[in-house]
């Protein structure tokens, strides 16, 4: 195994849109993989979301199940790591100095680490090469949209690893403007039908689990209907949640004739049922 204790991320690793871009070096190939491979990942994911419109209020939206997560072994290119940090991300960091590292804070998702050691084939101190880091965002990945963060994501910046420590950044999604579409042939949500219905609002972490609840609650007056889609915005993890609301005339009419009458009531009997539906 050949460690290469004053490398510098920034040579391996080249990752998503809002990171500084690292300098060329000779491991440009190697960047260049790693960066198709989590645009890959990236994009999958959004497409899944993107694509969710439920038709019931049992939304799921599963993680990326790959044939094999398994931690890889003496990779030809790895550095030696210590330490495994997930912070959250920072706009304001982007014009930060790399000494700022040492005022790295834990991301509130910090449980999410635990997933690196799920499978038991990883440990620290290890020596991670661009391979295994893919592994590692995977597995946090899976993990967050088990647990409903379908927004949320996992990404490498540039940085020093001569410390020995690596630095997983998280990207809260948040939620964005909450839009209900009334395709009602007479409109009946109000501004409170929202405020009822779901159990989150804008700003918040975003979790599928209360977007499923707020979709049943909707529902919970039998002529109604609810769909949902995740819009993104140009914000940073931000998310927009449409919401298409339908719901039939809430009274029923039914008029019936039959001949089972007798002679003194007569033949044919007519009937007429009208109903109302509440909640």
């Known amino acids: 195994m050949k460690n290469l204790p004053c490398a510098f991320l920034s040579s ?5 849109s809002f990171a500084l871009a690292a300098p060329s070096s000779p491991n440009a190939n ?7 491979q989590q645009q890959k990942q990236q994009a999958e994911q959004d497409a899944a979301i993107l694509a969710q419109q439920t038709q019931s209020a049992n939304v799921r939206l599963e ?20 330490q495994l940090v997930l912070t959250d991300y920072q706009a304001e960091a982007e014009n930060s100095s790399a000494s700022s590292l040492k005022l790295i804070q834990p991301s509130r998702f910090s449980w999410a680490l635990k997933s690196v050691y799920a499978e038991r084939d990883f440990a620290l ?7 295994g880091i893919n592994v590692l965002l995977r597995r946090i990945q899976n993990r967050l949209i088990d647990l409903g963060y379908v927004t949320t994501r996992v990404v490498v910046e540039p940085q020093d690893l001569r410390s020995g420590m690596l630095v997983l950044t998280l990207i809260p999604g948040k939620v964005g403007r909450i839009q209900l579409q009334d395709q009602s042939a007479i409109p009946f949500a109000t501004r409170g039908t929202l405020w009822f219905a779901m ?21 919970r007056v039998p002529s109604a209907d609810a769909n949902m889609e995740l819009v993104p915005t140009d914000a940073v993890g931000e998310t927009d949640v449409v919401i298409a609301y339908k719901q039939r005339l809430p009274f029923h009419l039914t008029l019936g004739l039959d001949d ?10 007519g009937s ?4 109302w539906i509440m909640c």
């Open 12 to 16: 391996l690793l080249f990752i998503s």
């Open 30 to 36: 190697v960047e260049k993989q790693i960066d198709a």
């Open 63 to 82: 993680g990326e199940k790959e044939a094999s997560l398994s931690f890889p072994q003496n990779e030809s290119q790895c550095f030696p790591i210590n």
């Open 125 to 131: 101190p290890a020596c991670i090469g661009s391979e």
């Open 199 to 219: 159990p989150m609002a804008q700003g918040d972490i975003l979790n599928i689990r209360n977007i499923e609840q707020g979709l049943e609650n909707l529902k």
């Open 260 to 269: 089972s009458g007798s002679k003194s009531t007569g033949r044919l009997q």
């Open 272 to 275: 007429a049922t009208f109903s």
